[in-house]
């Protein structure tokens, strides 16, 4: 059974830094892309960060410079380390693993508040 958990967030002041991390279980973790999404209130989920089965990247712009995605394939970990945050960096943060033929899963997300 594919599993996904995030874990990570908080409250933090505006400048300040927290890293998320997607646990992953249950399936092949080194195939599968691996995506960050978000929420804020009222808002459509945003890709933020995407991370390829060979390490190659993806950053939305507003997080370029700020954000960044790793994976650790030893540990079925993706972590995203996020710097300079931003009070619109508030929303609740979802790990996404998606493989061409076997489809895609989701985590439960983790909530992110920057203050002002």
């Known amino acids: 059974q594919v599993q996904l958990v995030e874990s990570g967030g908080g409250l933090v002041q505006a400048g300040g830094s927290l890293r998320l991390s997607c646990a992953a279980s249950g399936f092949s973790f080194s195939t599968y892309f691996i995506r960050w999404y978000r929420q804020a209130p009222g808002k459509e989920r945003e890709l933020v960060a995407a991370?390829?089965?060979?390490?190659?990247?993806y950053y939305v712009d507003s997080v370029k410079g700020r954000f960044t995605i790793s994976r650790d394939n030893a540990k079925n970990t993706v972590y995203l380390q996020m710097n300079s945050l931003k009070p619109e960096d508030t929303a609740v943060y979802y790990c996404?693993?998606?493989?061409?033929?076997?489809?895609?899963?989701w985590g439960q997300g983790t909530q992110v508040t920057v203050s002002s």
């Open positions: 996404n693993a998606c493989h061409l033929s076997r489809g895609e899963s």
């Open positions: 991370i390829g089965t060979s390490g190659t990247t």
